[in-house]
């Protein structure tokens, strides 16, 4: 019989399944290929989960609707905050899954085994309800399976690893690829850490799907095999009634909606889905989650706009299948390189990075990249982006290291759609091209770190992409003009410390602001923190964050280098 679930067990759930996320991590960003192979299931949820069980109140005084001390405000508190926080498609769906526990809860009293058959039912009721077209052999697959067992009296924890384990025969892509669905196995592992909070025995083993999940079929491209009802409809015929082949979604978009009537976002549903798939709304009481994958994103946000106030609007290119998000796609038969220049070498590999300032520079050289120089557009300047690379100068780069093999580290997200059309273009010429999704220069030094030339071009791109997604990534800048961001209004000469791409906090000092950036990136823990050294970085400023770490978070290591980037006083990594 399982304790109650109450506040208290909240807490140890958030604990044990902060650090079981962690742990499969990587794996989870390794073994990704459905509904999009972008390398970042496993870091949108540890992200999402993270943030849901930083919101927990300070004491356990709220009490829930029954009268229970705490559970359902506890899970209350931690839906909205996964929703403000929600990451990908994984954490839209993890949102919807907390918020719909919290409403199992309110539902009633009742002895421990029937409240936590009413959480589990409710979110993955809740799952279900946000996804417009639920697809099977997914997490919310795993969500259903264990809300049954828990209604039937066995273990939701042992049901959700079978059903986890079968996901590939539920799911064309899965079973291509090799692998387990990775939201599934993210929400297998959080299963599994409640039902040891609530001090039930779990199998101390991995589960069978996690080991198993690195074969060599992993690393094969795989295209996302969807049952015909989560297609979207066709569109109408054009005037002159030819059937036109459905644009691929080519973004990943995601923002908060601001909206009082239930009626208008039911609107925005059925505006988006016909433009894309993937769609999951979830969220209530005023805020949406929106998240969609679309040929056009400004259809998307218009979409927004007509149903209430979108914002944290967040757009990213997604990988083409020949991609895969670096999981090691071969693009197309192997032929000579068209246009001046020799052959590409099959046998020779090599990996191009684009990275700000010398010293990041000589960094990459040393570990054997070739190395494309860029600036960064400060954050606070009216437009986000990179100066001075464009698609042609990354087909270029590629193209003349002569090597059959490229691995291509764009380190921005600025950078992903062009790096994406420059893979695609040279391995029409015979180049074996994977792109890296790294979104920061921290991000790529920890893929290099673990590149080897000579393991299979497969292994290599899903070991470097695994680094990079467990690699979080800050940022200390100054503003150039006014701007509004996600912590307010900046004013020109601001200090900025942004956390994974987003403006944190606002301030004045850089050491001030450093400190709270570097703290709240080692609040979900870490192992290495490593500082990239601006050019106009103040002095003392890397050896007053050393010390910070050594004093507040003894296992963790530190290293420093001198990046002397203009655009950013200082580049901070946790991995």
Not at 171 to 187: F, I, N, S
Not at 231 to 244: E, M, Y
Not at 343 to 351: E, L, N, T
Request: hydrophobic share 50%; aromatic share 2%; glycine share 12%.
């Amino acid at each position: 019989m399982p304790q109650p679930l109450d506040a208290a067990a909240v807490r140890r759930w958030c604990a044990l399944g902060r650090e079981a996320l962690r742990a499969h991590c990587a794996r989870m960003d390794a073994i990704n290929v459905f509904p999009v192979a972008d390398g970042d299931t496993g870091t949108n949820l540890c992200l999402t989960f993270e943030a849901a069980c930083e919101a927990l109140p300070a004491r356990d005084t709220a009490r829930d609707t029954n009268g229970d001390l705490g559970a359902g405000a506890a899970l209350r508190a931690m839906a909205r905050a996964a929703l403000l926080a929600a990451r990908g498609n994984s954490g839209a769906i993890l949102a919807e899954y907390l918020r719909g526990m919290a409403r199992g809860l309110d539902e009633g009293a009742g002895a421990p085994a029937e409240r936590l058959c009413r959480a589990l039912r409710g979110g993955a009721s809740a799952a279900y309800a946000a996804v417009a077209h639920p697809v099977e052999g997914t997490m919310l697959t795993v969500a259903e399976a264990a809300a049954a067992a828990a209604e039937a009296g066995d273990d939701p924890a042992a049901a959700a690893r079978r059903t986890l384990d079968a996901t590939p025969d539920r799911l064309a892509a899965l079973a291509r690829a090799g692998v387990v669905d990775a939201g599934g196995l993210g929400l297998t592992v959080l299963l599994t850490a409640l039902w040891a909070a609530l001090g039930e025995q779990v199998p101390d083993e991995e589960p069978a799907a996690a080991i198993g999940a690195a074969s060599p079929a992993a690393a094969e491209p795989a295209e996302p095999a969807e049952p015909a009802a989560s297609r979207a409809a066709p569109a109408a015929l054009p005037a002159d009634g030819l059937p036109q082949a459905p644009r691929r979604p080519e973004f990943e978009v995601m923002y908060l909606l601001a909206a009082e009537d239930p009626a208008a976002v039911d609107a925005l549903r059925a505006r988006l889905d016909p433009l894309g798939d993937s769609l999951v709304v979830g969220g209530g009481e005023g805020l949406w989650s929106v998240h969609v994958h679309v040929a056009d994103a400004g259809a998307a946000v218009e979409a927004g706009l007509a149903a209430g106030r979108p914002h944290r609007i967040r757009i990213t290119h997604l990988p083409t299948a020949g991609d895969a998000a670096g999981h090691g796609a071969t693009g197309g038969p192997r032929c000579a390189a068209d246009g001046p220049g020799r052959p590409p070498d099959p046998g020779a590999r090599v990996v191009v990075a684009v990275v700000p300032g010398e010293g990041l520079a000589a960094l990459c050289r040393q570990a054997g990249a070739v190395v494309l120089s860029a600036r960064s557009v400060p954050a606070g300047a009216a437009v986000d982006g990179i100066d001075g690379i464009d698609e042609g100068a990354l087909v270029a780069a590629v193209r003349a290291t002569g090597a059959g093999e490229v691995a291509l580290l764009p380190n921005d997200s600025g950078l992903h759609p062009l790096a994406a059309r420059a893979a695609d273009a040279v391995r029409a010429a015979g180049i074996r091209c994977a792109v890296i999704p790294t979104r920061a220069a921290v991000q790529g030094l920890a893929a290099l770190a673990v590149h080897q030339p000579d393991r299979r071009f497969d292994e290599d791109v899903v070991t470097m992409t695994s680094a990079a997604g467990a690699t979080r990534y800050g940022e200390v800048t100054v503003a150039e003009r006014r701007s509004w961001t996600s912590a307010g209004i900046c004013h020109r000469g601001d200090v900025l410390g942004l956390v994974d791409g987003d403006v944190a906090l606002i301030g004045s000092g850089t050491g001030q602001v450093a400190t709270e950036v570097l703290d709240r990136m080692l609040a979900a823990g870490g192992e290495l923190v490593t500082l990239v050294l601006g050019a106009d970085a103040p002095a003392g400023l890397a050896a007053a964050l050393e010390r910070r770490v050594r004093e507040r978070h003894l296992a963790v290591d530190t290293v420093v280098h001198e990046g002397r980037q203009h655009e950013t006083q200082l580049l901070i990594g946790v991995e």
